[in-house]
């Protein structure tokens, strides 16, 4: 699409600025899919842990309705029981994994920030699934390194959903292969890293988008060619990459 008007290019700056909310054409387009089949059918719960998120200073984090409905749905379409969330924040893709988990479903939760976790655990309880979530406050890898030492745990997880430390991806890559059932669900979060993976290498770009961008775009290589998988990039939410182990 061409830009050419003032305020064509401005609109494209706003784009850009929400870009990790919306890689599509135009912020009208996304707003359109919010108003149309998001925001009405978002369970209340969901609701009020977006909104109180949304006064939290580093807001910019949290995923957004439209990818916490596809979570929720997903899950629901592969019945999935025992999942796994690498980096919380305050919860929203959590609880929307808890709500669609059945009763006895359970979701192993870690972050390094136990605070924030906190913060959205009252609207977790309220909604009366906390009971599924077993929070650990610790970096992901030693928790991983602990689960594959004890031989029951491979090949156990029907869902893992990773959305933390990006320079971190392909490590937690090598033990959650392990970790999750043949059959079963990786999905790796921000694979299109505010639309940077194909920026020109001068580009400006924010300190921390520009660190990370390298680590994202080498996980991408490396999950397009892994045998061990297979495979779909997603343009929902910064771009979510869906990985189902094949042996
Ligand atoms: N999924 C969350 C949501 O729906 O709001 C957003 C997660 S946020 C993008 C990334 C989180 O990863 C932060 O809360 C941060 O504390 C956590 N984190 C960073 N490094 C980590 C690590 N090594 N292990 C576990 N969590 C980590
Ligand atoms: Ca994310």
Redesign the pocket.
């Known amino acids: 699409m061409a830009i050419n008007t003032q305020e064509q290019q401005s609109q494209a700056g706003i784009h850009q600025e929400v870009g990790h909310k919306s890689l599509l054409q135009t912020d009208d387009l996304y707003q359109y899919i919010l108003e149309t089949s998001v925001y009405p059918r978002e369970p209340e719960p969901m609701k009020e842990l977006r909104e109180l998120?949304a006064k939290h200073p580093?807001n910019l984090?949290?995923?957004s309705a439209d990818?916490?409905q596809f979570l929720n749905l997903l899950l629901k379409l592969i019945n999935a029981k025992n999942t796994m969330?690498?980096?919380?924040?305050?919860?929203?893709?959590?609880l929307?994994t808890a709500l669609a988990l059945p009763r006895d479903g359970k979701i192993l939760a870690?972050?390094?920030?136990r605070e924030?976790?906190e913060l959205?655990l009252p609207v977790i309880q309220k909604a009366g699934v906390a009971h599924k979530i077993e929070f650990k406050e610790?970096?992901?890898?030693p928790?991983l390194d602990e689960l594959l030492q004890d031989e029951k745990n491979h090949g156990s997880y029907d869902f893992i959903?990773v959305?933390?430390?990006k320079d971190?991806y392909l490590n937690y890559h090598k033990r959650l292969i392990e970790l999750v059932k043949v059959g079963g669900l990786i999905g790796y979060?921000?694979t299109l890293w505010n639309g940077s993976v194909v920026a020109p290498a001068d580009a400006p770009l924010r300190k921390y988008v520009r660190y990370y961008r390298d680590f994202v775009m080498e996980l991408n290589k490396a999950l397009a060619v892994d045998p061990r998988i297979e495979i779909c990039m997603l343009p929902v939410g910064d771009g979510i990459t869906l990985c189902r182990r094949l042996k």
């Open positions: 998120t580093w984090m949290t995923t990818e916490g969330e690498i980096g919380v924040y305050t919860g929203y893709s959590l929307a870690m972050d390094i920030n924030n976790y959205g610790s970096p992901a890898m928790v959903f959305d933390a430390d971190n979060d921000n």
